[in-house]
């Protein structure tokens, strides 16, 4: 990987506070007025989603309150075409965040911290295409 790319990323992931995503399609840094993309944010249970199940230590992809995918592996990995398509992340580890990237349709990429015991929603704009599940909360 390249330096501009090593830069551009460590920047994005200090811009993104943990990266948490903070309001729809932009992650607000609690120490500057800098906004970068999100593809994912934080929410509460919907009630569709409280129907899907998702079993300790998963990262469940739902769609229509249904799991439609769920990955327990450490590590990086492409998601499958129904994790693709999901609506919503839910968090079922105690420990590990999982870092979910993403792409928005002007091809600016970027990548989100669902930390254990959260959902987010993906936002409009954006395709998630892997998953990197890491040994730490905040996704370092």
Partial sequence: ????????????????????ATAPGAVA???????????VQQTAWSVDERKASCAYPSVCFIKGGKT????K????????????????I???????????YGVKSN??????CVKPKTT?????????YAIDIRNSPSCK
């Fill in 1 to 20: 990987m390249n330096t501009r790319k090593r830069i551009a990323l460590a920047s994005a992931g200090l811009a993104l506070g943990a990266g948490l």
């Fill in 29 to 39: 840094s609690q120490k500057s007025e800098v906004t970068r993309p999100a593809a």
């Fill in 68 to 71: 439609v995918a769920a990955y």
């Fill in 73 to 88: 592996d450490m590590g990086y990995q492409k998601l499958s075409a129904k994790a693709k398509s999901a609506t919503s």
């Fill in 90 to 100: 839910h968090n079922s580890r105690k420990d590990d965040g999982a870092r979910i």
């Fill in 107 to 112: 091809g600016t990429k970027a990548w989100s």
């Fill in 120 to 128: 987010h929603t993906v936002n409009a704009g954006w395709k998630i």
